[in-house]
């Protein structure tokens, strides 16, 4: 019951900030660009240094815990049951399929993963293992993917240098370093000088990442005509419904978790699809319809699911 008390309260909090950012789109508060301001700043700026500031501070063994198993067998299993799927109802062409894919399994452990995280859990550095997992290594295989079905070849340097322009990556691959030299030395080696400036931009991300999320909310309309509503549909569920209940299944009785371990990571799997698969289907001029609509389905449905959670596991 306390589990799904908190739920309520981060969810509120998460929900008047989004509504601010509806209202001041609604009012045209800020001019026709003040989204794309607000997520770039907060992508290339805020969310980095929160990163930095958060990881920089943590032990290693806090990091790089059991728990990435867990987010990577769930995630790899959700989207191989959509590719099974799309062969045997779908039928989508590979670039379409590998959108599917992302859509079904690619968690938004940034805009919507880092308030819950923060809010929900009480830990934002529980979606690092996330952040480092997708960038590291579902990227790259989805990159690849859609080079091979779009152009027929692989770009290995963009495939390559993929994780050298994701700022959010490099604070968090920044952060790694800094606790792990700290720890070598016994002491913080960073003056509070330069960390408490650092510190006091990344608090800026969550308000920054929900407000814009908020403006983004004014003017869609999903599942249009042209859109495969059942793909779409399906890709949703399975992301917000059946990769929760893979990692459920995985974390208990296979890595043997328990309170709020396990809690942590039914809660991370039902994270919404990432705004991260629209980028990429747009670098391609792939499945953009698709995804767009994918990544808003799975984000308007996906605190209900995270109440059932709250209700059922939290303490």
Same mark, same amino acid.
């Given at each position: 019951?306390?589990?799904?008390?908190?739920?309520?309260?981060?969810?509120?909090?998460? !929900?008047?900030?989004?509504?601010?950012?509806?209202? %001041?789109?609604?009012?045209?508060?800020? !001019? =026709? @660009?003040?989204?794309?301001?607000?997520?770039?700043?907060? /992508?290339?700026?805020?969310?980095?240094?929160?990163?930095?500031?958060?990881?920089?501070?943590?032990?290693?063994?806090?990091?790089?815990?059991?728990?990435?198993?867990?987010?990577?067998?769930?995630? &790899?299993?959700?989207?191989?049951?959509?590719?099974?799927?799309?062969?045997?109802?779908?039928?989508?062409?590979?670039?379409?399929?590998?959108? !599917? &894919?992302?859509?079904?399994?690619?968690?938004? *452990?940034?805009?919507?993963?880092?308030?819950?995280?923060?809010?929900?859990?009480?830990?934002? %550095?529980?979606?690092?293992?996330?952040?480092?997992?997708?960038?590291?290594? +579902? @990227?790259?295989?989805?990159?690849?993917?859609?080079?091979?079905?779009?152009?027929?070849?692989?770009?290995?340097?963009?495939?390559?240098?993929?994780?050298?322009?994701?700022?959010?990556?490099?604070? $968090?691959?920044?952060?790694?370093?800094?606790?792990?030299?700290?720890?070598?030395?016994?002491?913080?080696?960073?003056?509070?000088?330069?960390?408490? =400036?650092?510190?006091? $931009?990344?608090?800026?991300?969550?308000?920054?990442?929900?407000?814009?999320?908020?403006?983004?909310?004014? !003017?869609?309309?999903?599942?249009?005509?042209?859109?495969?509503?059942?793909?779409?549909?399906?890709?949703?569920?399975?992301?917000?419904?059946?990769?929760?209940?893979?990692?459920?299944?995985? *974390?208990?009785?296979?890595?043997? +978790?328990?309170?709020?371990?396990?809690?942590?990571?039914?809660?991370? *799997?039902?994270?919404?699809?990432?705004?991260?698969?629209?980028?990429?289907? *747009?670098? /391609?001029?792939?499945?953009?319809?698709?995804?767009?609509?994918?990544?808003?389905?799975? @984000?308007?449905?996906?605190?209900?699911?995270?109440?059932?959670?709250?209700?059922?596991?939290?303490?």
């Amino acid at each position: 019951m306390l589990g799904l008390i908190s739920a309520m309260q981060g969810f509120c909090v998460i !929900g008047i900030i989004i509504l601010i950012g509806y209202i %001041a789109a609604r009012f045209r508060i800020g !001019g =026709p @660009t003040a989204q794309m301001v607000l997520n770039r700043f907060s /992508y290339f700026v805020s969310t980095p240094c929160l990163m930095f500031a958060i990881l920089s501070k943590e032990h290693l063994s806090d990091v790089f815990k059991p728990s990435i198993a867990v987010a990577i067998a769930c995630a &790899v299993i959700t989207g191989a049951i959509f590719l099974a799927l799309n062969a045997a109802v779908f039928r989508m062409g590979p670039a379409d399929a590998t959108i !599917g &894919v992302l859509d079904s399994m690619y968690m938004n *452990a940034n805009n919507i993963g880092l308030p819950i995280a923060t809010y929900i859990l009480g830990n934002p %550095a529980a979606v690092t293992p996330i952040v480092l997992i997708q960038q590291v290594l +579902f @990227t790259p295989i989805a990159l690849t993917s859609l080079d091979l079905s779009s152009r027929g070849k692989v770009s290995v340097k963009a495939i390559v240098t993929q994780p050298l322009h994701q700022p959010i990556l490099i604070g $968090v691959m920044i952060g790694i370093v800094t606790s792990a030299v700290s720890d070598a030395a016994g002491w913080f080696v960073v003056p509070s000088y330069i960390y408490d =400036p650092i510190n006091i $931009v990344g608090n800026s991300a969550v308000p920054l990442i929900l407000m814009a999320f908020g403006m983004s909310l004014r !003017g869609s309309k999903p599942l249009g005509k042209d859109t495969n509503r059942a793909a779409t549909i399906t890709a949703a569920l399975l992301k917000n419904a059946v990769m929760p209940m893979v990692a459920f299944l995985i *974390a208990y009785f296979l890595m043997g +978790f328990r309170g709020p371990e396990l809690y942590s990571c039914v809660v991370l *799997a039902a994270l919404p699809t990432a705004q991260n698969v629209y980028n990429y289907a *747009a670098r /391609y001029d792939i499945g953009t319809t698709f995804a767009r609509d994918g990544i808003l389905l799975s @984000t308007l449905s996906s605190p209900i699911f995270i109440f059932v959670i709250a209700g059922l596991l939290g303490s």
